[in-house]
């Protein structure tokens, strides 16, 4: 995992937070679908988040950070479904695309808290220092400390 990938989750989730958007990628304060990259865009589904996040930091949707972001997301949100390996990529894109109206705006939050924490698990495990361990301890405290 990269630390692109955390901060991308990091910011996607402060869009979601924003409120409940079934049915597009992102919904002005009308409700009126528009795209994830305008300005008015206000409310944002999982997918429509990460892609704005990914903008606003000029990554590429094809970058590793937006690869692994992607795939935590998949792996949180698809955890209850049982496959022998990592999920395809029509897996992922189609767990992510545009939240249901049945799928609510707490659980939408749930995904990016367990993917935010599965990252940081992923980077502790990687770290190959004490200061990268240390530094990565600290932000997983600020973050649990937050949710």
């Known amino acids: 995992m990269t630390r692109d990938s955390l901060d ?14 079934a049915g ?6 009308h409700g009126k679908p528009v795209s994830c990259f305008s300005l008015e865009a206000v409310y944002f589904c999982a997918q429509g988040a990460l892609d704005r996040a990914a903008y606003d930091a000029s ?5 590793t950070g937006y690869r692994e972001a992607q795939f935590a997301l998949a ?6 479904a049982i496959w022998m390996d990592a ?10 695309v545009i939240d249901s109206a049945a799928t609510t705006h707490d659980e939408v939050m749930d995904w990016f808290n367990r993917a935010i924490t599965w990252t940081l698990d992923a980077l502790a495990r990687d770290a190959s220092d004490r200061e990268a ?8 405290e600020q973050w649990e400390d937050v949710t």
């Open 8 to 21: 991308l989750l990091v910011n996607a989730r402060t869009y979601v937070s924003h409120g409940p958007c």
């Open 24 to 29: 597009a990628r992102a919904r002005d304060a």
């Open 59 to 63: 990554l590429a949707v094809d970058s």
């Open 75 to 80: 792996q949180v949100r698809l955890a209850s």
């Open 87 to 96: 999920p395809t990529d029509e897996q992922m894109a189609t767990s992510l």
């Open 133 to 140: 361990d240390s530094r990565i301890a600290r932000e997983r």
